[in-house]
């Protein structure tokens, strides 16, 4: 990753790195992606602080079962949690408005959108959105790839 994870200090304008912490893990529909996230996330880094946002109440109640460190549903969930977070995680969907059969809203996406979190997003090809340079990869192997980056990210 090209990218190394730097926050600027608005008084000086100096850089630094820093260990990032706080994870928004963002789903809807059936929340199982999300799910699977946190889970992933929690075995491989038990330090960091997972935030669970489901689209819906279902969602949200399925992401519970993997012990988020706490959790939260709707719009104005997922707006708060981005200004927030270090890492934005979930399905690519939730940087287009409409999108998760219409779950998404705009103001969601663009929440997740201009948020200054690293987003790691997963290429999922569904609900009329098809990601080019994406075969026919495992949901599984998605999900670990994406484990993988924020454990470089997190450094």
């Given at each position: 990753?090209?990218?190394?994870?730097v926050?600027?200090?608005?008084?000086?304008?100096?850089?630094?790195r820093?260990?990032?912490?706080?994870?928004?893990v963002?789903?809807?529909?059936?929340?199982?992606?999300?799910?699977?996230?946190?889970?992933?996330?929690?075995?491989s880094?038990?330090?960091?602080?997972?935030?669970a946002?489901?689209?819906?109440?279902l969602?949200?109640?399925?992401?519970l079962?993997?012990d988020?460190?706490?959790?939260?549903?709707?719009?104005?969930?997922?707006?708060?949690?981005?200004?927030?977070?270090?890492?934005?995680?979930?399905?690519?969907?939730?940087?287009?408005?409409?999108?998760?059969?219409?779950?998404?809203?705009?103001?969601?996406?663009?929440?997740?959108?201009?948020s200054?979190?690293?987003?790691?997003?997963?290429?999922?090809t569904?609900?009329d959105?098809?990601?080019?340079?994406?075969?026919?990869?495992k949901?599984?192997?998605?999900?670990?790839?994406?484990?993988?980056?924020?454990?470089?990210l997190?450094?």
């Open positions: 990753m090209s990218r190394s994870p926050r600027e200090d608005p008084g000086t304008g100096a850089q630094e820093f260990i990032m912490k706080k994870i928004l963002i789903d809807g529909q059936g929340g199982s992606i999300g799910r699977q996230l946190i889970k992933a996330i929690k075995a880094c038990p330090d960091l602080q997972v935030h946002v489901g689209t819906n109440a969602a949200t109640g399925n992401m079962k993997e988020p460190d706490n959790a939260s549903t709707g719009e104005n969930a997922v707006i708060v949690g981005c200004r927030h977070a270090d890492i934005i995680v979930g399905p690519i969907g939730i940087v287009i408005a409409d999108a998760l059969m219409g779950e998404v809203t705009p103001e969601m996406a663009k929440a997740v959108g201009q200054n979190a690293m987003r790691v997003l997963i290429p999922m569904r609900c959105t098809i990601v080019a340079g994406v075969g026919d990869e949901t599984s192997d998605l999900l670990n790839d994406a484990v993988e980056k924020i454990k470089v997190c450094g």
